[in-house]
């Protein structure tokens, strides 16, 4: 694959295990085509292939070239609002059970890395969300308090005891910390290539194609792309901050926002966790990886509107910049990491911060799912198993009602 340095920095993630690049050819005819080769059109198609439905993926550059495989690593349960803010918008118990969904997701990924032996360096290192002020430890008291009453797991931290999974002086600024034990890392390039590969031993195509229009005839979509048409009798489309491109509905609702990133070269020992903070409005996050490098990204809120509609993968030296502020702010003893690769990938916001899943106006037999809101990961593994029993029923299960196009939420 041609990559241009000008315009695709390479992540870390990809620089570490090279991106997997789809070799087959277009098939004619398939019974299930999923759109997209990002941890939900992977998922999908694995759901899919595992239960011996014929399905062909189609991924335009390679697997993981979107968000995924520029992304943080993190696996942590929840959305991308805090569950106070998700009660307010959805109410108690439906908070509850989208919540529980997303748990589901994270212990879903956990069992198929397990199962199909995917070396991925996943490990269940909990999650830490620092507090920087009094009012901000009260804020993560009320998260911590709502969510232990509906049953989930959750721990406050003092400062002390913060300072004892971190393996540097914390700033004075750091109050204490909330702690998700089953929130949990993974190297995001070697997790998707390692599930495309247990879809192609369960059976799955993987082709290199851009997907540029669907068009029905009857009760089949005829699928026209860069490498050939293939008619299929089901579609899932799972492109995230693409999906406007094929699912013209969904324009102005699920909105490509960039995120940038970097990695620092490798370190002693320091982050036992994932780790976040909110030095700005939309929020930094961390991770040490096992080789010693630090992963960070964020600051978004610094860019121009936020990067919002921001459809270019290239970061951008003011944003970085604040990007690189962060840890020696937070960790005086931090001020000398040495940056080694800085990049950008796109996310896909919605107006209310939640993901949309629905079926397709446009073309018969087709759904699709994203607007993960830069909090994917926890959802792919059970939205791509909703979207393939989707394809196999027929019909999109009422249990992911709530996250459909015309939710009031979004109108
Ligand atoms: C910098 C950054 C950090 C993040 N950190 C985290 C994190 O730590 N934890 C977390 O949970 N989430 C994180 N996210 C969000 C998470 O990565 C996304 O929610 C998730 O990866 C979205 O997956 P996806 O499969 O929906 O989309 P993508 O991974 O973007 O995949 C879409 C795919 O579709 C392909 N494509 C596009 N158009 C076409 C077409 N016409 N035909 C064929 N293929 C096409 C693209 O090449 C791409 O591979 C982060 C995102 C970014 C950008």
Wanted: charged share 15%.
């Amino acid at each position: 694959m041609h990559i241009d340095p000008d315009h695709d920095s390479l992540s870390y993630w990809h620089a570490t295990q090279e991106p997997m690049i789809p070799v087959d050819d277009v098939p004619a005819t398939a019974e299930v085509v999923v759109v997209g080769g990002g941890m939900l059109g992977v998922w999908s198609t694995y759901w899919l292939a595992k239960a011996g439905v014929p399905v062909v993926l189609l991924e335009k550059s390679a697997i993981g070239w979107g968000a995924t495989g520029r992304n943080g690593g993190f696996l942590t349960g929840g959305a991308a609002t805090g569950y106070p803010a998700l009660i307010d918008l959805l109410g108690r118990e439906t908070a509850r059970q989208l919540f529980a969904l997303t748990m589901l997701g994270q212990e879903l990924a956990h069992e198929v890395v397990h199962e199909e032996g995917i070396d991925c360096d996943l490990r269940r290192t909990g999650t830490l969300s620092l507090a920087l002020s009094a009012s901000g430890l009260d804020g993560l008291q009320t998260h911590y308090e709502l969510l232990r009453t509906d049953g989930f797991a959750g721990e406050m931290l003092d400062r002390q005891a913060t300072q004892a999974l971190i393996n540097t002086p914390l700033a004075e600024e750091i109050a204490g910390a909330f702690l998700a034990p089953t929130g949990g890392l993974l190297h995001s390039s070697r997790y998707l290539a390692g599930l495309a590969r247990a879809a192609q031993a369960h059976g799955a195509r993987i082709v290199r194609a851009e997907v540029t229009g669907i068009h029905t005839a009857g009760d089949h979509n005829l699928i026209a792309t860069t490498a050939g048409s293939i008619e299929a009798e089901r579609v899932i489309i799972a492109l995230n901050a693409w999906t406007d491109t094929l699912v013209p509905e969904t324009t102005n609702v699920i909105v490509p926002t960039r995120g940038q990133i970097l990695a620092y070269e490798p370190r002693e020992p320091i982050f036992t966790t994932a780790t976040g903070a909110d030095i700005t409005p939309t929020g930094e996050y961390w991770q040490q990886t096992p080789d010693g490098s630090i992963v960070i990204g964020g600051c978004r809120a610094d860019a121009p509107n936020k990067d919002s509609g921001v459809t270019d993968m290239t970061a951008t030296p003011d944003v970085i910049a604040k990007i690189e502020g962060v840890l020696p702010r937070l960790f005086p003893n931090l001020s000398d990491l040495q940056v080694a690769r800085r990049w950008a990938g796109l996310m896909a916001f919605t107006p209310d911060y939640l993901p949309v899943v629905d079926a397709a106006q446009s073309s018969v037999s087709t759904w699709y799912g994203g607007g993960f809101c830069g909090h994917g990961m926890p959802f792919g593994p059970i939205i791509g198993r909703y979207l393939a029993q989707a394809a196999v029923d027929g019909t999109l299960s009422d249990d992911v009602g709530i996250l459909s196009r015309s939710r009031p939420s979004l109108a």
